[in-house]
């Protein structure tokens, strides 16, 4: 294989097909490419050739740019196929955050509707290369919802540990339909993360999360695919939530390989945006202090509750690399941004919102400009978590702190055309 794997702290390199996720030294693990050659390469060509392509693997949004992600051959790739998702104008929604420019990726439009399927594609197409026949993660939701999938897709076991009755239906829905055996941890993600580590390195299982590297070569396929939408042309900004931070991690590393080989010229600025309950990346960079995990992260998006993401030095790196900066965001901001997301038809989970309530906040310290062009990306699907979207526009967030502003409810009438009639015209008249 063309690439090598190198440790991000003490540059130690090692074979791709060795089975580990950490350096010797501790450190996490990048998968290098030999850009010197790419750069010979009429990529962008071979990309936009491949561009609505229907055949395997081209049809996937990932393995379109097969070069920059993973050099395999087609018959161990496991794809559903991925990617390929819509790139919004961001309407209202954009107007809330005081942008003229924005776009909103949705990631939510995925198989298994998450971005997490494009690190997955990759993370199973590796298992299948290593001969696994079981594999595992620690998850939110997300993730444990899209490894199952392909696991049952190549035909492996799936483990999975997530923490008790602190994931959404939706997710837990997917992972127990596609067949995962669940471990439900009792405690929080940053418990069944440590736990899952134990269990691979002691059981000969292959993990999933994203402190595998592989995992992080296909989300970089997230900004390729934004850039190719735009015709190439560069944002100012790629605005995005961070929990255990392998996703922003994966877009600087994969628009730094597109600036080190010459293939855009400038570089956009990337904000990761965390929850103020679950913002340990944030306090760090904000008060340049080191790394503090935080011991009891709390959010109503739990999919970024976590307190000790793992790939935090690498997030650090691609802010640094960008000229980057850290936000963090209320409950309420995070809910009140969702209703925006929501009310203009596009729609996304909690967590994704923070793209949204992170722009306005920036837009209003002026870190960024209200003309900058802005791509706010939305991770998940709106039914991810319904029990969210019901409570909030019922009225029933209250105990969490959190106000409905822009509550929608269901209106409840008697049978007949009076009273449609009579609702209707209350309807109209509070909107006028
Ligand atoms: N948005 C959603 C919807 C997520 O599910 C996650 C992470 C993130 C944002 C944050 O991405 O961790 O790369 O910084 N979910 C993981 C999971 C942790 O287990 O599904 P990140």
Redesign the pocket.
């Known amino acids: 294989m063309d690439i090598t794997l190198q440790c991000i702290d003490c540059e130690k390199q090692y074979d791709p097909l060795e089975l580990r996720y950490t350096c010797d030294c501790g450190g996490l693990l990048d998968v290098i490419h030999d850009l010197d050659r790419l750069k010979s390469l009429p990529l962008k060509q071979l990309f936009d050739e491949r561009w609505h392509s229907r055949s395997f693997p081209y049809s996937s949004g990932v393995w379109r740019y097969r070069e920059l992600i993973l050099p395999v051959e087609d018959q161990f790739i496991v794809s559903k196929p991925e990617g390929n998702t819509n790139l919004y104008p961001a309407g209202k929604a954009g107007e809330y955050a005081g942008l003229r420019r924005m776009f909103l990726k949705h990631e939510g439009e995925n198989p298994t509707s998450?971005f997490?399927d494009r690190g997955m594609t990759c993370g199973i197409t590796m298992a299948r290369l290593l001969h696994a026949d079981t594999v595992a993660c620690a998850?939110?939701?997300?993730?444990?919802a899209s490894m199952t999938s392909y696991a049952a897709l190549a035909g492996m076991q799936a483990i999975i540990f997530i923490p008790e009755g602190k994931i959404s239906y939706g997710k837990l829905t997917q992972a127990l339909a596609y067949g995962g055996k669940t471990f439900q941890v009792q405690g929080n993600?940053d418990d069944a993360m440590v736990l899952v580590m134990e269990v691979c390195k002691e059981l000969n299982i292959y993990l999933l999360n994203?402190i595998n590297p592989f995992r992080i070569e296909g989300q970089k396929a997230i900004g390729f695919e934004v850039l190719q939408q735009l015709n190439w042309q560069m944002p100012d900004w790629f605005v995005l939530?961070?929990?255990?931070?392998?996703?922003?991690s994966a877009l600087s590393k994969g628009l730094k390989e597109l600036f080190d080989i010459g293939l855009i010229t400038k570089i956009p600025r990337i904000a990761v945006i965390q929850a103020e309950g679950a913002n340990p990346l944030y306090k760090m960079w904000k008060e340049k202090t080191a790394f503090k995990p935080l011991r009891q992260p709390e959010t109503i998006a739990t999919?970024?509750k976590?307190g000790n993401?793992i790939s935090w030095k690498k997030a650090m790196r691609g802010i640094e690399w960008s000229n980057g900066v850290v936000e963090q965001v209320s409950e309420q901001e995070i809910m009140d941004a969702k209703a925006w997301v929501d009310a203009v038809g596009i729609g996304a989970?909690p967590?994704?919102c923070c793209s949204i309530a992170g722009a306005k906040k920036l837009v209003e310290k002026g870190v960024i400009h209200p003309d900058e062009l802005v791509i706010g990306i939305l991770?998940?699907h709106l039914l991810k978590d319904p029990e969210a979207v019901i409570r909030y526009h019922t009225g029933d967030l209250k105990s969490l702190g959190i106000e409905s502003r822009y509550a929608n409810a269901p209106i409840r009438i008697e049978p007949t055309l009076d009273a449609v009639r009579e609702a209707l015209y209350e309807v109209r008249r509070v909107s006028r």
């Open positions: 998450s997490k998850s939110t939701g997300n993730t444990s993600f994203s939530p961070g929990g255990n931070l392998g996703n922003n999919a970024i976590i993401p989970e967590a994704s991770t998940g």
